[in-house]
């Protein structure tokens, strides 16, 4: 079945330094996909979505790049920080019957160092 | 915080038991969906429902099923536990079926022996 991947399961950063978490999709119906941060014992929390007619959207450090073409997507995180640290997932939004209906990614965990 | 409240926040059952677990949606958000999420995986959809009725649902069995009431808190039931049911439950509410933006609660560790 169509699902979402993430090419890095773990990436290590030093406090100050730039992220970048891609992730992979193959429903190239998809409309829109949103990437959450999950940090322990905590539910998913909403950063950024993104169009599918968009191909970069920028929030507050964080910016998302869309490849249709490849079917990529990547998060990027500027000046991380150690609160930064978290798994990030990637989800892409498909509508079925009036609803979006989202398939997660298996996630890749950002470690921040001080 | 969110405002989704979950119940309870673990629970331990044995293999074929039934498990009820409870969701506290974000105030004027009429949709709420399920989600299970095994360890070192992204949650996998379960359901959604919108006022009242369910209008979504991913690959799972029968055995779990959902209620949403009128003041759109929700429930999640599963018959007949399997190991394989062992995971954090997590909901999620929003405004409508259409919007984007759903708020999770923390979820429920639910461990099956």
């Known amino acids: 079945g169509e699902s979402v991947g993430l090419h890095l399961p773990t990436l290590s950063v030093q406090e100050g330094d730039n992220s970048i978490i891609n992730c992979a999709y193959s429903n190239s119906a998809s409309d829109y996909f949103i990437w959450y941060k999950q940090e322990s014992g905590k539910g998913p929390q909403f950063i950024i979505d993104?169009?599918?007619?968009?191909d970069k959207r920028q929030g507050q450090r964080v910016t998302v790049l869309l490849n249709k073409t490849v079917k990529h997507l990547s998060l990027q995180i500027a000046a991380t920080q150690p609160g930064d640290s978290a798994v990030y997932f990637c989800?892409?939004?498909?509508?079925?019957?009036?609803?979006?209906?989202?398939?997660f990614g298996r996630g890749t965990s950002l470690i921040v160092h001080p | 915080e969110t405002g989704v409240t979950q119940s309870p926040t673990h629970l331990i059952k044995t293999r074929g038991q039934q498990v009820t677990l409870r969701c506290s949606s974000q105030?004027?958000?009429?949709?709420v969906s399920w989600y299970q999420q095994a360890l070192g995986q992204g949650p996998q959809f379960i359901f959604q429902?919108?006022?009242?009725?369910?209008?979504g649902r991913g690959n799972f069995p029968p055995r779990f099923s959902g209620l949403q009431f009128p003041n759109y808190s929700s429930e999640l039931n599963v018959n007949a536990l399997e190991l394989d049911d062992s995971a954090l439950y997590l909901c999620?509410?929003?405004?409508?079926?259409?919007?984007?933006?759903?708020?999770f609660g923390p979820g429920t560790r639910l461990t099956v022996l």
């Open positions: 989800a892409e939004m498909s509508a079925s019957g009036g609803s979006y209906i989202p398939t």
């Open positions: 105030s004027g958000h009429n949709t």
């Open positions: 999620a509410s929003r405004v409508g079926p259409s919007t984007d933006t759903q708020y």
């Open positions: 429902y919108y006022r009242e009725e369910e209008n």
């Open positions: 993104i169009r599918s007619n968009m």
